[in-house]
C-alpha cells in the first residue's frame, strides 16, 4: 500500500518524535486521513502518534477542530490560516505535544485560477516550538498530489524537530 521511501520516511519521523519527547496528532483535509494510515502502519507508532483528525468539510474543521467560520469566509479552507487553526485545533484535544495539518485541492475539480489544483497548505504547531506554515502548489492527478502532500508534511515535521 505505501512505498519503501515513505514507510521509511514516517519511521524516521517516528525515531525524531521520540527522540523529542514529542507526540503527534494530525488534521488532514485532502489527504482524507492519509498521513495517519501511514503513521499507524509503522510497527511502535503508538509511542508518538496520539490521534488523526480527518475534517473534509468546513462545518466538520468547525465542529471537531474550531475553526472560525469567519476565517473560512475570509481566506477560504485552502488557506494557510486555516491550516494554522486545524494544527492549534487538533493540538488542543488529547495527549499530543505536536500537531501538523493539511488542507488543499487534489483535483480533478475544484480549483481556481487564485487557487488551482495541487494548491495545499500546511501548518505545524507545538507547545515548545514555532508555529510554521506553507503552501505548495503541486502537480499531478488526485492520487499523486495526495502522496505528494503526505510527504511534505512529514518533512515539514523533521524540519521543526530538527
Not at 503508538?46 to 462545518?59: E, K, P, R
Not at 485552502?78 to 494544527?87: F, G, Y
Request: hydrophobic fraction near 45%; glycine fraction near 10%; charged fraction near 15%.
Amino acid at each position: 500500500m505505501f512505498s519503501p521511501e515513505l514507510k521509511a520516511l514516517s519511521q524516521e519521523v517516528g525515531a525524531l518524535l521520540l527522540a523529542k519527547k514529542h507526540v503527534l496528532t494530525l488534521a488532514e483535509s485532502c489527504t482524507g486521513g492519509l498521513i495517519s494510515a501511514l503513521i499507524t502502519n509503522t510497527a511502535g507508532s503508538s509511542a508518538w502518534f496520539d490521534s488523526g483528525w480527518v475534517s473534509y468539510s468546513n462545518q466538520a474543521k468547525q465542529d471537531l477542530l474550531k475553526v472560525k467560520e469567519i476565517t473560512l469566509m475570509q481566506y477560504g479552507a485552502v488557506s494557510e490560516k486555516v491550516a494554522m487553526e486545524m494544527a492549534i485545533g487538533a493540538l488542543q484535544q488529547g495527549r499530543a505535544t505536536i500537531a501538523a495539518s493539511v488542507t488543499g485541492i487534489a483535483g480533478p475539480e475544484g480549483g481556481t485560477p487564485a487557487k488551482p489544483v495541487g494548491t495545499v497548505c500546511f501548518a505545524w504547531t507545538s507547545n515548545d516550538l514555532p508555529s510554521i506554515s506553507k503552501t505548495y502548489l503541486f502537480q499531478g492527478n488526485r492520487e499523486q498530489i495526495r502522496e505528494q502532500s503526505t510527504i511534505a508534511l512529514l518533512f515539514g515535521l523533521k524540519e521543526l524537530l530538527s
